[in-house]
């Protein structure tokens, strides 16, 4: 294989649109602190999402610490050892110890069963992640934290998109996290959004991602600044358009991956509960590699496909409790699912100009591996 082949790659719009609202950058002479490119942008997604109010932030992990802090979260915070460094860093540079609740091995999201075993006295939320898009039981985490009197705040970074009965995932909880990075699905280069439904949040959202600071001699909380810029707002702008499109192409990727790859040994697929409810982004191309079926591990894999120019991930891996600066504290985690699966994931290529011929030249590679 001639060109080498990425586990991903950002879309990029229409260079000219993009120019002519750099143009109106220039014309309107503003470039932060909520200008009208991110006003419209804000109300385009609003609208898109089908939700009352999307919060643009500089990135996805701005909101999330905007998240904790709006809604007073501190001290134990139920989450998934599943996940990116981020959704588990937010929550302990904000003084709250991260407490791992194991996953469910058909969609990789957290076990809402095992969520109750879990608090204790000092519990004030629970994060969850929609993980690859897969949505999480979000009808009864949400029973779990009425009856207990606990937050919701769902890392939906993968969501964007995702619908389930027609209604968009990242409408649940008390407060959706998104990410508009690069490597997302829809993107602003970099950037991020609180999706919620509580009018009521708005103010301190603003005023946390603003320093604090909520009027010209007024600054009543601890912040820093989170603001997205009009240049973010621009390629957000120009990208939203495509979006059903990019969905499209990427839901014909994902049926080639599954139709030449379902009949082999070892290879396996995530089938999460209620697929026929639910409307997907097909974001990622995860598989999951059993070494003994397959005859050789996923790292092997992972080596030989690089060897062909052809990289994947192991995405998530290593797990959240083996990093250096947790591992101390989560030695004695009982995480079976999460330790057989941070072993056994691999997501493939996928991306917005992937050609069906580049997919199977993957596969045929996949296969060659055994």
Request: glycine share 8%.
């Amino acid at each position: 294989m001639k060109d080498k082949i990425y586990v991903t790659r950002p879309f990029l719009p229409d260079r000219k649109v993009f120019d002519s609202l750099v143009d109106q950058i220039w014309t309107n002479d503003y470039l932060t602190n909520n200008g009208p490119l991110v006003q419209e942008l804000g109300q385009k997604l609003c609208e898109y999402l089908a939700v009352p109010n999307v919060n643009l932030t500089g990135n996805g992990h701005q909101a999330l610490e905007i998240a904790l802090k709006g809604l007073g979260i501190s001290g134990e915070v139920i989450t998934t050892p599943f996940t990116f460094a981020s959704t588990t860093h937010s929550l302990t540079l904000n003084d709250i110890n991260p407490v791992f609740c194991d996953i469910k091995e058909n969609d990789l999201t957290m076990d809402e069963t095992q969520i109750e075993s879990l608090i204790t006295e000092k519990t004030t939320a629970i994060l969850p992640v929609h993980v690859y898009g897969h949505p999480c039981n979000v009808e009864k985490i949400a029973e779990i934290a009425e009856r207990h009197g606990l937050k919701v705040i769902y890392d939906a970074a993968h969501t964007f998109g995702v619908r389930v009965k027609g209604k968009s995932l990242c409408a649940s909880g008390d407060v959706s996290i998104l990410s508009f990075h690069a490597t997302k699905l829809f993107h602003t280069i970099e950037g991020g959004a609180l999706v919620y439904k509580d009018e009521g949040y708005t103010r301190v959202f603003n005023a946390y991602k603003n320093f604090g600071i909520e009027g010209e001699e007024r600054v009543d909380y601890i912040g820093g600044n989170a603001k997205m810029n009009e240049f973010q707002a621009a390629m957000g702008l120009c990208n939203l358009p495509y979006m059903d499109d990019l969905i499209e192409e990427r839901r014909k990727i994902t049926m080639r991956y599954r139709e030449r790859l379902s009949d082999l040994p070892g290879i396996r697929f995530f089938e999460p509960d209620r697929q026929s409810e639910i409307q997907y982004n097909f974001a990622y191309m995860p598989i999951l590699v059993d070494q003994e079926k397959f005859g050789i591990s996923r790292d092997g894999i992972y080596e030989k496909l690089k060897q062909k120019g052809i990289f994947t991930r192991r995405y998530f891996w290593p797990i959240v409790p083996d990093f250096g600066c947790y591992r101390e504290a989560h030695a004695k985690d009982a995480l079976p699912v999460t330790r057989k699966v941070g072993e056994q994931v691999l997501c493939l290529p996928i991306y917005n100009g992937l050609r069906l011929e580049q997919v199977d030249e993957i596969v045929k590679g996949i296969k060659a591996c055994r």
